[in-house]
């Protein structure tokens, strides 16, 4: 009887490769745990297996070919990757688009928003063991690829906008479509939250689970629904508005306890307001062009520029290094949000159960390619 | 023919490879409704490309799990490795020696003689049940154990947990229903509710409901199939099994469904009796024969199971341990009170 009694009942520590093939690691992340039990001492992410050199890339290709590249960066949302690019360049060139491209651009980005937070959720429910919501969630996330397909030709990687404008008008019948489709929207998005919302289970698995306040949220530099779940209103389509998002109204929804919860909250409430905001676009469409004149060897004015745009998953932003008369970057860095976001990690899981590891992963709504570039 | 070998020798082989026979056919087409149903309910069409309406699929299912290369990982222990799936599958099936699936019959008068259509009717039936049930977890905790593998280990400890405490608050709901049929055996609680007039989930709603949870956390599935949740353990206690072995875990996972769904419509639901069994203007439901009864009961419990499938996310393994032993287990005896202080008043 010598033994405290908290060392007669401590267990051995367990190592757990976590991934990085794992069903809900959302692709190629690994996570290394030490375990008691099922409660985590500590975890610690281990990226990289999705490296593909993108910023050394983007060194070797004039400044036009270096968007299908952002494609590749977060795959679930390639127009909001492509804006980052070309809203830097822009800034650095001087370039002013044209109202009716940037109306364009802003119906893309948002419908992008709305597909991705379809996908998360998604995957965020089955994570936590509701099957249902995918196919649902799937079916409208369906629709918004057929309309990108309808307007690029492409549903994923889009590359489907350029230095000073985007590639094409919208085609004809284009616009009915969609604005039939964005009716709909709030109705299925209300379908969704009647399986998850207000369901017992499904608050006991998120409320409360991957706490982070709004100070540390801020600390560890996280953007979009992760920092606004916690309680901070920071949306660069607010704060640093680019394209016309100072023309459109729309609110920016915030959480209070900054806890699984809430971000769930917080971004069903952005999938209402992207369905708001290309409502206004559509009604608002200018005539005009859809391209800034631009040269057709771009060359830049020597300098350094960052531009960033509100992602889906937080601030994209792009830090572009040019020489004078330079048709590629010198250095283009990413400021990827999924991997700024991934950093708190460690502390949102340090001290609860593995399965809260898999809701924290599903809400931190990370997306490998861009974290690994 | 010397008459007791007839009786207790060739009468009992038959049933068996019937029962078996038909057991094994219903599982496998078990995946099939559960794929479909499911389905459905996810807006899409389920399996329809073998045979007609898909109809060929858990055949050809079979098979592909038949050739499939049997694989045992490195540094597994080879023995217990072989022997968990048997362990689980074995008392599965074992139970429906007992199950009632209908009055004797003379089968539509194809018998000289009427014969029960069950295997057994022992007087300890249902603790027979109970018994045999709870072995098929050393399947679960070894083969998960001897897999060698952290996520089949943290699965069988799961499991582990999870039946031990949901057999608890299981026990005491069926004790209220042998408080009102006072006998052990299932064919005498299904003729006490024909006697009684009534299905006895009429006085006992709340051991029936009490029942149906610890049955789903029984059998492992959702909202409570955390020992192979796909998730967070990649496929739990069974991950590191393949072909034949995986199976017969996945067959012994429907088997447990129907024990469940059996035995909540013998001792809650009048087993194959019709709806208010005594009622004589209802005389023409009798057209029906009382093993389609029984089978209809089962199949409606069935489909709540894939119904809680396709609607609920999936307890966190504390949350599951706090239903279980702070909601459930005092449920369950202040309903044992409850339906013994009906019993005392009703019945003098």
Redesign the interface.
Known sequence: MSEPLETLFEGEE?E?SFGPQ???THGVLRVMLKLDG?KILDAKPIIGYLHRGTEKLFEKEPFPQCIPHTDRLDYVAAATNNQGFVVAMEKLLGITIPPRAAYIRMILAELQRISSHLLWLATH????????P???TF?EREEILDLFESYCGARLTLNTMKIGGVPFDLPDGWTATCSDYINRLPAHIAEYET??TG?R??K??TIGVGVISGEEAIEWGLTGPPLRGSGVRWDIRKVFPYDRYNEVDFEIPIGNNGDTYDRYLVRMEEMRQSARIVRQCLDRLPDGPVMAKVPKVIRATEGMVYGSVEAPKGELGYFIVATEKATEPYRCHVRPPSFINLQALPDMVRGR????L?AVIGTLDIVLGEIDR | MDQPLYQFIVIPIIKIVVILGVLSLIVAYLTFFERKVLAYMQVRLGPNRVGPRGWLQPIADALKLLVKEDLVPAGAQKFVFMLAPALIIVPAFLVFAVIPFGPATKLFGLLPEAIPPYLTDINIALLFVLGVSSIGIYGIILGGWSSNNKFSLMGALRSGAQMISYEVPMGFAIISVLLMARSLSLVKIVEAQQQGHLWFIFPGLLGFGIYFICGVAETNRNPFDLPEAESELVAGFHTEYSGMKFAFFFLAEYTNMLVVSSLATVLFFGGWLRPFPNVAFLGFLDLVPPFIWFALKVACFIFVYLWFRGTFPRYRFDQLMHVGWKWLIPLSLVNVVLVGLYVLIAKG
């Open positions: 367990m757990l794992h069903p809900s099922e429910a089955i994570d936590l063991g509701a099957i249902t995918f196919f649902y079916r399986l998850l369901n289970i499904w006991k698995r159960l593995v399965p809260d898999v």
